[in-house]
């Protein structure tokens, strides 16, 4: 089970780094604007999305 734990980490960080190096950010300002920023957005974009569904369905 921890193998598959360090697959995944390892391959979440080296896309971090690869994001990095494309967007010439670095692999710290990718992590930061990812955990952050983008996270937080889309945990409530997607909260917005649900709520709008729940009183759609309560129209109905």
């Not at 697959?7 to 604007?33: D, P, R």
């Given at each position: 089970?921890?193998?598959?734990?360090?697959?995944?980490?390892?391959?979440?960080e080296?896309?971090?780094?690869?994001?990095?190096?494309?967007?010439?950010?670095?692999?710290?300002?990718?992590?930061?604007?990812?955990?952050?920023?983008?996270?937080?957005?889309?945990?409530?974009?997607?909260?917005?999305?649900?709520?709008?569904?729940?009183?759609?369905?309560?129209?109905?």
């Amino acid at each position: 089970m921890q193998e598959i734990v360090y697959i995944i980490f390892n391959l979440a960080e080296a896309g971090l780094i690869f994001l990095g190096i494309i967007t010439g950010l670095g692999y710290e300002m990718v992590n930061y604007l990812l955990f952050v920023y983008i996270q937080p957005g889309l945990i409530i974009f997607f909260f917005i999305l649900w709520r709008r569904e729940k009183k759609k369905k309560q129209k109905i």
